[in-house]
């Protein structure tokens, strides 16, 4: 049961739950109301209209992805303080950890 939960909630940073990227359609539980029956003239309508809605729900959920960690990264930034090194000091840390200069 908990997994089925997780499967099909919403995701903050994507806005699609894990069910839908990859069956590409909602999912059906138990207790939802049974909807109409929807037929294609050709068995392969159905291929072809699946495919382009799961490219399309593939291309929103990388760009979401890359949209959020764009702000993670600009977040991060705004703290962190820019130390600059020099070259004698570099060489001071490899003379202490020498395992580091692998």
Do not use: W
Request: with cysteine; net charge positive; glycine share 2%.
């Amino acid at each position: 049961i908990l997994i089925t939960h997780y499967l099909c909630l919403q995701h903050r940073t994507t806005k699609y739950s894990p069910y839908q990227l990859l069956y590409g359609k909602d999912p059906v539980l138990p207790f939802d109301i049974p909807q109409s029956m929807v037929q294609f003239a050709r068995s392969n309508d159905y291929y072809n209209q699946f495919r382009g809605y799961r490219f399309f729900l593939i291309q929103q959920t990388q760009e979401r992805i890359r949209q959020q960690q764009q702000s993670t990264k600009q977040r991060y930034d705004q703290h962190r303080q820019n130390i600059q090194y020099q070259y004698i000091q570099i060489q001071r840390v490899k003379e202490f950890y020498p395992l580091l200069s692998l």
